[in-house]
């Protein structure tokens, strides 16, 4: 029996909770035709066989056609999805892992312009600043077809056999009906905090009245708004105390803040470089006032801290989802006393932004967490041992070795710097990104651990490889910033690279054209602007950095605007020419027939990376295969069996930026689904 109070079990009601640790809500935009198939299935099915005590599948699972998914929720009000629902709830069941989802009607958080085009609802026609859509004002007839429909997706969960349900109530049409800000209505739904309340606790009367008084039931809330006019905490706190009062509520699962723009979703959703756990605290003060079952998550991304929230009595269960796509077997490792080899959360927030763009939630450190089904998470040994030699420690080259590693595989890597870590290494010289680091890091002790052996300062030449006993060759050589993007004068600029890296000095009035779209021109500006230089970031795209997405893009924003950077939007830089001791740029146009210029005493060029792939080439001739993937095979998951030279000494692969400038999860994909066949 062990006394970390993680793996201590939990009584929640009838059910039992086998360890502290839950998933909480979330949407990876995985079902297929609105529904949890196999993919949706198997991402679950993963994490609780890894030991998770409670999953909470399909944040915002649609309970209402007027409720149009945003981004490939569940639709809760289709019958078929109780087939579909209970599959995966069997499943995770058979590992003793509580499966639990989360209802909702989305009200003006999406836009009536999906589906079947009916009119968005809310309490108000004030329109939420991140979907635009200008709603009805919810009608009587509206309200009660909407409780009824709640009601109704609550008897489908119960039928499908699930363990509870949880209603959401930040950002979406029941807390619309809770804020001053979202409710001008008149009459017995609006005015006072109670009638305000009124609608929700409707939909719960009517919930226990149709599932029974036995069916788990919570919400999952704002208990502040943090917005002038909105919700308070004194508001929060009273909401609290009268959810409890009425019975009908099991759990409550605290959030702090607003969604309705991308900046209060990413203070609501902390993302790298901001504080851990910000809202913890404030969880453990409503726990506190109320002594009801009290889950949270914000950032806690770390044992350490999820230990601590409910070692302090903060937390009655702890959600660690991020943490979790991650890597899926924090428990497992937990219970075997193996913490220090968790693959860490670093913040990226790869998984949300990616959604948000109509993506499904994908891992930058993880390609595995949505590819259960074709990508596993674990590596299955080689049925032949061979001798591999890696050349690049970046992100790529990194996962090459420990994949092929634990493969059984002899591995060794060439570096020709003196630490590991590749472009990573430069992106973390800014102090918001350094968490990045743990990408490298993690890798890095994991090779060590599986004997891989590492020749850091050894720039690796032909001869490196054809006099050793490599049979396998993977060149992760990774690529060098291009600037040539000009037509006159690309000498006189510098890259971004050249300014995160200190190789150039910063000017006092710089431009930066940025044709990425990437964070390193954000970066670059940052450093810049610290030092009092006046920047400005110039794109021809319509939008800027259209690579962050928008959460992430956040932080940077605030330290951006903070320091007066400034962005101009569909202009390019055609040229640059010396005048004086200062610089003139020409700016020119997609759209056509106008130019301008700016003079400035530096210019920064950010347009990606071309691939250092001489020594791919050098290779290719003495190779088996000429370096050729077959691409069937690789997205099958099948062996590589191309033999195009039978004098060939060794087969010859590269990945990652070596191939071309993409991003870090494309590295690591990269050599995960070539080399767990090798």
Request: charged share 25%.
């Amino acid at each position: 029996m062990t006394n970390d109070p993680l793996l201590q079990p939990y009584q929640l009601k009838h059910l039992t909770l086998k360890n502290r640790l839950m998933i909480t809500s979330h949407e990876p935009a995985y079902p297929e035709d609105g529904m949890p198939k196999d993919r949706y299935r198997a991402y679950h099915v993963e994490r609780a066989r890894a030991g998770v005590a409670l999953t909470m599948t399909a944040g915002s699972a649609s309970v209402s056609r007027d409720s149009p998914p945003v981004f490939n929720n569940i639709l809760a009000w289709k019958d078929e999805v109780i087939g579909w629902m209970k599959q995966l709830t069997d499943e995770c069941h058979d590992h003793g892992c509580a499966v639990m989802i989360q209802l909702t009607h989305l009200g003006r958080r999406t836009r009536w312009d999906k589906a079947d085009w009916l009119p968005v609802v809310s309490a108000s026609h004030r329109r939420e600043p991140s979907h635009k859509a200008f709603p009805k004002q919810a009608e009587d007839w509206d309200i009660a077809r909407i409780i009824s429909d709640y009601a109704d997706a609550a008897e489908r969960m119960q039928a499908a056999g699930l363990d509870g349900i949880e209603l959401q109530a930040y950002g979406h049409l029941m807390d619309q009906f809770w804020s001053p800000l979202t409710n001008t209505l008149e009459g017995p739904y609006g005015g006072d905090l109670d009638n305000r309340l009124r609608f929700t606790f409707d939909i719960l009367s009517e919930i226990r009245k149709r599932c029974g008084a036995d069916f788990i039931v919570g919400l999952r809330y704002t208990a502040d708004e943090d917005l002038p006019g909105g919700l308070t905490r004194a508001d929060g706190l009273e909401i609290s105390r009268k959810l409890k009062a009425s019975g009908m509520v099991d759990f409550l699962n605290v959030i702090r803040g607003h969604i309705d723009t991308d900046a209060g979703l990413t203070d609501v959703i902390p993302v790298q470089g901001m504080r851990s756990a910000p809202h913890l605290d404030f969880a453990g003060d409503v726990r506190a006032e109320t002594q009801i079952p009290t889950f949270h998550a914000a950032k806690i991304q770390d044992v350490a801290t999820a230990r601590h929230a409910i070692a302090s009595g903060k937390l009655d269960m702890v959600g660690m989802t991020r943490a979790h796509m991650a890597d899926p077997h924090i428990v497992a490792k937990i219970a075997r006393g193996q913490e220090d080899r968790i693959r860490p959360c670093v913040g990226a927030n790869y998984c949300l932004d990616r959604i948000y763009q109509g993506g499904m939630a994908l891992c930058l450190h993880n390609p595995s967490t949505g590819r259960e089904l074709e990508q596993p998470h674990d590596i299955a040994p080689a049925d032949v041992r061979k001798t591999v030699m890696v050349i690049g420690a970046g992100p790529a080259g990194l996962e090459a070795a420990r994949v092929c590693a634990l493969r059984g595989h002899h591995v060794t890597v060439h570096e020709a710097a003196n630490d590991p870590g590749g472009q990573v290494r430069l992106t973390a010289q800014t102090p918001r990104r350094a968490e990045m680091m743990q990408l490298v890091q993690w890798r890095f002790a994991e090779c060590e651990r599986l004997g891989v052996r590492f020749h850091f300062n050894s720039y690796a030449e032909p001869e490196t490889v054809t006099t050793s006993d490599a049979e396998v060759v993977i060149v992760a050589t990774g690529g060098l910033p291009h600037t040539e993007t000009i037509g006159e004068g690309a000498a006189l600029a510098v890259s971004a690279w050249d300014i995160l890296s200190g190789d150039a000095a910063a000017g006092s009035d710089v431009l930066i054209f940025d044709d990425a779209g990437d964070y390193a021109a954000l970066q670059a500006a940052e450093k810049l602007a610290a030092t009092g230089a006046r920047v400005e970031i110039v794109t021809r795209d319509r939008e800027i950095s259209s690579e962050v997405m928008a959460m992430s893009l956040t932080p940077a924003m605030r330290a951006l605007q903070a320091q007066d950077v400034t962005f101009t939007v569909t202009w390019k830089l055609d040229a640059l020419r010396r005048d004086g001791n200062g610089l003139v740029a020409t700016l020119g146009s997609d759209y056509g027939g106008v130019q301008r210029e700016r003079r400035v005493d530096q210019v920064v060029i950010n347009a990606g990376t071309r691939p250092l792939d001489d020594l791919y080439f050098d290779l290719r001739d003495g190779s088996v295969n000429g370096g050729a993937v077959d691409y069937d095979a690789l997205i099958a998951g099948a062996p590589q069996a191309v033999r195009e030279n039978p004098d060939g000494r060794y087969t010859l692969y590269r990945i990652g930026d070596a191939v071309a400038a993409r991003n870090t999860h494309a590295a690591i994909y990269d050599a995960l689904r070539l080399c767990r066949t090798l």
